[in-house]
């Protein structure tokens, strides 16, 4: 097969070289296209162009399958450790016991928050917004670790990445205390990473939250099933911050605020009010149907359709069967639950999602399977955060590590005037 694609502009042809991964299409390589020909590329929200060559996740939306360094996802499900898949991410390989003994106690070290960064709380509004607060801290810790603003070198990334990793479950768990009025409740050295951010966000000063095994494994599933996924929005926002050589607290903190939104990871809100209005009777499945296929109505199935899955989304098939299997072992049963069946089953039997391939993406049920494990509705685009923060650090790494990586600075079309006049105030009019 050629390895050079040819660019025909009238009379001129170029050569472009086509780079081939290991998996995946191939591209075609315009590094030179304007020096070569004069023109740029067109490609509003890039969704025809790969912005780097990464190792870390693989994703076929053609087949629904993902995987983490090679690993494919359903093999984190049987004995799920957030903790090894962060690690795996970020430095490339599977750790050893004492590589994972020892990146746990970093974490364990790292669990408190700096007094003046717990102060600020206070000043924060009861019904503050839980991801503002996340982006707001997380760029915070800057400001306490000012050490760790240039990772240099593995030892320093990895103490950096500790601090994000743990010190976001305190940040997160204390934003949800201080919205609901309760006292802070330190974080547990004795517990296990998703165990310690349920007690935190539990307990009570005279009586310690029990965490059960189903409970904290379906949190340590759906963080790793939330742990990385390519060049995603808020992903790309960390690179194209982290492009300008800005340090890693600010572009996670940047990548916080990709992430809240509706069409990204916000989804997981949108989901819940929906079933949530059409379990109180203010829709009904159907019309929510009819709504979403309404071209004058900005309303969307949310949990619905994706950029890069023309097939099920393999997270989404993962959560039903936990949803369904941590209800069985819960003894819990959700009423949520049955309308998102009936949405899905209305949805992939309709002409209009079958002919755009839209089917249930992560953020479709991971909504009900946070509410069976009691966390609140204001606070599942913060566990997403929590789930993807180690994809946002490798990423960050890889970029750093590259010799060819370059300041984000994408072209435009431009379609403004041509040239304009400076007008004085005294002779303006509403048309000028
Ligand atoms: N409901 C109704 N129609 C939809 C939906 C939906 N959920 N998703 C896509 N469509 C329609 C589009 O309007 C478009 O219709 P058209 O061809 O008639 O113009 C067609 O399907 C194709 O859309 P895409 O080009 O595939 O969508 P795009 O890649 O631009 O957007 C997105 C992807 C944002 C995820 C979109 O599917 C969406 O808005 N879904 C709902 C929000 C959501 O669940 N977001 C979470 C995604 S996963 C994540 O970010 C973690």
């Given at each position: 097969m050629s390895d050079k694609a040819i660019l025909k502009i009238g009379d001129k042809e170029v050569e472009l070289p086509i780079i081939r991964g290991t998996l995946g299409d191939p591209a075609i390589d315009i590094t030179r296209l304007r020096d070569l020909t004069g023109h740029v590329a067109y490609d509003p929200s890039l969704a025809n162009t790969a912005i780097c060559k990464s190792a870390i996740t693989f994703v076929d939306g053609e087949r629904g399958i993902l995987r983490y360094r090679g690993i494919p996802i359903d093999q984190f499900i049987e004995k799920p450790n957030f903790?090894?898949?962060?690690?795996?991410?970020?430095?490339?390989?599977?750790?050893?016991?004492?590589e994972l003994s020892r990146f746990s106690a970093k974490l364990t070290e790292n669990e408190l928050l700096h007094e003046g960064l717990r102060l600020q709380y206070q000043h924060m509004p009861v019904d503050a917004p839980p991801m503002a607060i996340l982006s707001a801290m997380l760029n915070n810790l800057a400001c306490f670790h000012q050490q760790l603003l240039w990772v240099g070198d593995e030892e320093s990334l990895e103490a950096a990445a500790a601090r994000l990793i743990s010190k976001v479950r305190t940040i997160a768990a204390f934003a949800y205390r201080r919205s609901q009025g309760l006292p802070f409740i330190y974080p547990d050295p004795h517990l296990r990473y998703c165990a310690n951010f349920l007690h935190m966000m539990f307990s009570l000063p005279y009586k310690q939250y029990i965490v059960s095994p189903e409970v904290e494994d379906a949190l340590n599933l759906l963080f790793i099933l939330h742990a990385d996924h390519e060049q995603n929005c808020s992903t790309m926002t960390v690179r194209t911050v982290g492009s300008a050589r800005a340090n890693l607290f600010a572009s996670c903190a940047a990548g916080v605020c990709a992430l809240w939104g509706p069409l990204h990871g916000g989804a997981n809100v949108e989901v819940m009010d929906m079933l949530e209005r059409i379990h109180a009777g203010g829709l009904?499945?159907?019309e929510c149907i009819r709504m979403a296929k309404d071209k004058t109505n900005p309303f969307r199935l949310y949990g619905f359709g994706h950029r890069i899955y023309k097939n099920y989304d393999p997270r989404a098939r993962?959560?039903?069967?936990?949803?369904?299997?941590?209800?069985?072992?819960l003894k819990v049963q959700d009423p949520l639950l049955d309308i998102a069946r009936k949405l899905e089953e209305l949805a992939l039997s309709d002409p209009y999602f079958i002919e755009r391939r839209l089917?249930?993406?992560?953020?479709?049920y991971s909504g009900i399977l946070l509410r069976a494990i009691g966390i609140p509705k204001n606070m599942f685009t913060v566990c997403f955060a929590i789930g993807r923060l180690p994809g946002w650090i490798a990423q960050w790494r890889e970029q750093h590590e590259d010799p060819t990586s370059r300041i984000v600075r994408p072209r435009q079309v431009y379609i403004g005037p041509v040239e304009a006049k400076y007008v004085p105030m005294s002779e303006r009019t509403a048309a000028t």
């Open positions: 903790v090894e898949v962060a690690w795996l991410l970020i430095f490339g390989r599977l750790p050893t016991k004492e009904t499945p159907e993962i959560l039903k069967d936990t949803c369904e299997k941590v209800f069985a072992q089917y249930p993406n992560v953020d479709f």
